[in-house]
């Protein structure tokens, strides 16, 4: 199997820079319908929610690529002598950040918001994760559908199918 997709994804590289921007249209498209529906109380939450997504995606994306990419996999067989390489203490800061911030976050918009502004937020944040499980399960089945239309059809099945 090759590694570029029709879409020109190669590796998957790409794979997150297209996820930013599909949830940025879904999450768009669904502040759009809720203030068709005139459920303007919702907008702030959703709207946050998915931004804290975004965000923590993001961090993971930079640490991903800052850690574990080859060219840090050999900086780091280089510098043996150290206890813990540049990449990963980068991590540890970014967590030790990271955690602490969205605990804050979490605990002022279950302080001040009401119930259902809490689960508009949720929702919003669970946007980010949905968009993220239907890319990589259509990935998937597009990959399988061309796997089973590249096999040839064998036996009695072959013959009924010539036209």
Known sequence: MNNVTENGEKNGADFVARTYRMTIF??????????????????????????LGLMLLRV?????????????????????????????AALVVAALVKYPVVAGLLWAVTRFWSAREVMAFAGGFVLVQSVIALRGMGRFLVERLADTEAKPVSGQ???NNRY
């Open 26 to 51: 879904v999450a768009a498209f669904v502040l759009f319908v809720l203030a068709s529906y005139n459920q303007f109380w919702a907008l702030a939450p959703v709207a946050c929610g998915v931004l």
């Open 60 to 88: 993971l994306e930079w640490g991903v690529r800052r850690a574990f990419t080859p060219e840090r996999a050999r900086e780091a067989r280089r510098a043996r002598g150290a206890r813990l390489g540049k990449p990963k």
């Open 157 to 159: 099945r072959a013959r």
